[in-house]
């Protein structure tokens, strides 16, 4: 389509559009999924030890989890169709083979997290400790199930493999498991449910730091959820540097031209490769300026020898190369967080070693400095790998602007100013609550703020049934 | 000629379960929205807070079948997914951002500190309830009238679903959901507000008869298909029983409403009228998939991709009602007044 809206084309608008909602919706799964299994965790740890500082902090977080995955599943239903209202040449195409993967979502995960949600939240005195504890753990197994499936699909789209394209030009699938487990999926599946874990890890620990700091050291529940953080981040935030070197050597392998523009090596090198760490990339000129690097080691992070041979982007044609300067940046931001990550999983191993991890004031404000660094990470990463395999939409095959529906600019502009607009609205508010949930210390709460946490799913009064504490609950008033 | 013959049943076969998840949305989602849409009906907090406890354990999954749709349409009719939603953008566009408001409703609502800003999520609550019902019931409007197709997109123009008729099924919709919100109400309910629910049950139980007979009466004029299918002799005599079970429950419905003891009975009869509503709109639309031109086997993907969801699909749903039955079954009964919430 040939109008602009406010200059802008209709192509660029739809990926506007895409980027913008995608990325609000994957802030919520990227913390449920960790947070789904530590609450699973507290539970069971709780059910184990009858310890009941691990059934306040449960009820803590799984208020905050309530709010979060609400925002996740409506934020969710918008991308289940956007394809189609955006993209739907693309829908169209790669519909035989995306689309069951999909379906497989839906069937295999939502339906399981949804249909089990109610238990987990409000159904302990209906169902029993074993049954709760059951619904709790499906939860969890259905989010990381759902992170399997569309990670599947994503990894499609970057390395297409499996396939065969039919007379009208859709791809179709020649083999379900070569689709399915294809080339980048297993490390972005990894590299991705690792960041999440440590998203989690680091929101609660943000938390954890926050209450250390306002004096509440000597609360048990602060404590544990504080010590619990700092031991994933200590433990899991080195190895996700080992899974993302991974990720990036096979990213190399299919994709190397999103490695050159993340590396920003716009010149190709005879004798050694230089890492370069900071400078100011230009596309137009193909060069990187005020450039700051170390010689030769670049070479052997990329698997090769210190003196290799390397092409740069200067030998790929210019309508093939992703926008440089995106790349670069978003890249050096989810790296420098994870070794900052991995700093403070270290210098809380330090601290917990001199007996000081809840009085190492330092520590917890660089705690709370780094609470959505997961968030940001996750952001920058993502943009990172979308950004950096255009000009496609499935690599190699399919052109981004050749993926796109019939529609007007002003069509696509209007609805991306309405998603704009309501988003930060009604997601702003819900951040804001969260906040406020975050805020309040993990106590023991007299009975009534134990169900504080939003509306009852009950039905009430169920013969045989076990009723939770009855005083206070029959006489009629609202104990608000 | 054999593989032939898989694909055509598959086809079929998919056809069918994708109309079985639409109808199991219609109903589950369909009592839930109608819970908001009756929500500026009730106005006191007690009303409201008993109203949404009724459907907060269940409205995630109810709206999991919204996203099995979308999901199944592109997986198993591509070209249906690719063609029905940019001819549908603004309503669906609509859909998807009122669906937000409401969903978040659920849970905002109960964080809100001020009266203002728990005003607030109860309008959010009504408004994404009503816009969600509506533009659902114009999609369906736009979709039965027809959608212009040239080569493998969308043919049509920006307005071309706004007409009197899509209007009328919007309409329809939410009358329809408002219905079956009461009949639910009314099951879950008791006491004085109970007794106000079966007035509205009454008036939008009406509004929903005469929205069907309309509907009914202007389908057959849209195309010259759906006419002859349904008045053509001999072939009128497969659907005719439909309109004369519609009449039967409807009279059943009229008398059982304000029966007391068995709750339940009007809210499955309420359900059973929409799955005839249903095989109303099949016999007509049947085999397309877009109206006039566009047919289930036009749209349907490879084989290979059906035969492969169809084999997870066919474990898994009975699956997934079994434990959507349990969920229901575990909140089961009736809320008290001033129980079941804080």
Same mark, same amino acid.
């Given at each position: ?17 895409? +980027?913008?909602?995608? *990325? ?114 499906? !939860? *969890? ?20 493999? /499996? ?34 874990? #440590? ?34 981040? *200590? ?21 190397? =031209?999103? !490695? ?51 092409? +740069? ?60 660094? +997961? ?24 052109? =981004?602007?050749?993926? =796109? ?10 609805? #991306? ?14 951040? /804001? ?48 | ?102 969903? $978040?409703? @659920? ?15 109860? $309008? ?73 629910? &079966? &007035? ?41 029983? $439909? ?15 304000? &029966?007391?003891? &068995?709750?339940?009975?009007? @809210? ?46 066919? $474990? ?27």
């Amino acid at each position: 389509m040939d109008t602009l809206f406010f200059g802008l084309d209709a192509v660029t608008l739809a990926r506007i559009q895409f +980027g913008f909602t995608v *990325a609000f919706h994957f802030i919520f799964p990227a913390f449920t999924i960790g947070l789904a299994s530590f609450l699973a965790v507290l539970n069971g740890w709780y059910l184990w030890s009858k310890d009941e500082a691990y059934l306040n902090l449960f009820n803590y977080w799984v208020k905050i989890f309530a709010i979060t995955f609400a925002m996740g599943v409506v934020s969710g239903i918008v991308m289940s169709y956007q394809f189609g209202t955006n993209w739907s040449v693309f829908s169209d195409k790669t519909g035989p083979v995306l689309g069951p993967l999909m379906a497989y979502e839906v069937l295999t995960a939502f339906f399981l997290e949804a249909g089990f949600l109610g238990i987990m939240l409000f159904g302990r005195n209906k169902v029993g400790p074993g049954l709760h504890m059951t619904a709790t753990a499906m !939860v *969890a197994v259905g989010t990381a199930i759902s992170a399997t499936w569309i990670l599947s699909v994503n990894s499609w789209m970057h390395t297409p493999a /499996g396939y065969a394209i039919n007379d009208v030009g859709q791809f179709v699938p020649e083999n379900w498991l070569e689709v399915i487990f294809n080339p980048s999926f297993p490390y972005r599946l990894a590299h991705t449910l690792t960041a999440a874990y #440590l998203t989690t890890a680091f929101i609660v620990g943000g938390v954890g730091a926050w209450h250390l700091l306002s004096g509440r050291g000597h609360h048990r529940g602060v404590r544990k959820m504080f010590s619990m953080a700092m031991w994933m981040a *200590a433990l899991v935030a080195p190895l996700q540097v080992v899974i993302g070197h991974e990720h990036g050597l096979n990213t190399y392998e299919y994709q190397p =031209t999103k !490695v050159l523009a993340m590396e920003g090596h716009f010149e190709s090198y005879d004798n050694g490769v230089p890492l370069i760490l900071f400078g100011i990339p230009d596309q137009e000129a193909g060069e990187m300026r005020y450039e700051l690097s170390i010689p030769k080691i670049g070479g052997p992070i990329l698997n090769k020898g210190w003196n290799a041979q390397m092409d +740069g982007l200067d030998t790929v044609p210019d309508a093939e190369e992703p926008p440089v300067a995106i790349v670069f940046w978003s890249f050096r931001i989810m790296v420098g967080l994870g070794f900052a990550m991995v700093g403070i999983g270290l210098w809380s191993l330090w601290t917990r070693y001199k007996g000081r991890l809840y009085d190492e004031v330092w520590l917890h404000r660089a705690a709370l400095a780094m609470g959505p660094s +997961g968030l940001v990470a996750v952001i920058a990463g993502w943009i990172t790998t979308e950004v950096g395999r255009q000009p496609y939409t499935v690599y190699g095959e399919l052109l =981004t602007v050749n993926s =796109t529906s019939p529609l007007d600019a002003s069509a696509v502009g209007a609805s #991306l100013i309405a998603f704009i607009v309501i988003y930060f609205l009604v997601f702003g508010a819900g951040v /804001g609550y969260l906040i406020k949930l975050m805020l309040k210390t993990p106590e023991r709460a007299p009975y009534e703020d134990d169900i504080d946490y939003g509306p009852i799913r009950s039905a009430g009064l169920v013969p045989g049934v076990q009723q939770p504490a009855p005083q206070g609950r029959q006489s009629g008033q609202p104990a608000e | 000629m054999d593989g032939l013959g898989l694909s055509i049943d598959l086809t079929v076969a998919w056809a069918l379960l994708l109309a079985f998840a639409v109808y199991v949305y219609v109903v589950l989602d369909g009592f839930d929205l109608g819970i908001g849409i009756l929500y500026p009906f009730f106005r006191s907090k007690d009303e409201r807070d008993l109203m949404m406890n009724s459907v907060a354990p269940v409205w995630d999954g109810n709206e999991t079948w919204l996203v099995l749709g979308g999901g199944g349409l592109f997986a198993a009719f591509p070209l249906a997914y690719s063609i029905i939603l940019p001819a549908l953008y603004p309503p669906i566009v609509a859909m998807l951002l009122a669906l937000i408001f409401r969903g $978040v409703a @659920f849970e905002f609502r109960w964080k809100a500190a001020s009266a203002f800003s728990k005003r607030g999520w109860d $309008v959010a609550f009504i408004g994404g309830s009503t816009v969600a019902a509506l533009a659902q019931g114009i999609t369906l409007g736009a979709l039965l009238q027809g959608i212009e197709v040239s080569g493998r997109s969308y043919g049509g123009g920006w307005w071309d679903w706004l007409t009197p008729f899509s209007m009328l099924t919007g309409v329809a919709v939410v009358l329809g959901y408002a219905f079956m919100g009461a009949t639910w109400l009314n099951m879950k309910l008791t006491g004085d507000i109970q007794a106000k629910v &079966r &007035r509205f049950a009454r008036v939008f139980g009406i509004a929903t008869m005469v929205s069907i007979l309309l509907v009914s009466a202007w389908t057959p004029f849209l195309e010259q298909e759906y006419f002859l299918r349904w008045f053509s002799f001999p072939a009128a005599l497969v659907p005719a029983p $439909v309109p004369l079970l519609v009449a039967f429950i409807a009279w059943r419905l009229w008398t059982t409403i304000d &029966r007391d003891g &068995r709750d339940w009975v009007p @809210f499955v009869l309420t359900c059973a009228l929409f799955g005839l509503c249903f095989v109303g709109l099949g016999i007509s639309m049947w085999p397309h998939v877009i109206p006039p031109s566009v047919t289930i086997y036009d749209a349907a993907s490879p084989a290979k991709s059906q035969l492969f969801m169809f084999v997870g699909a066919i $474990v898994l749903v009975p699956v997934i009602l079994g434990y959507t039955a349990y969920a229901y079954w575990v909140f089961r009964g009736k809320l008290q007044p001033g129980e079941g919430y804080h």
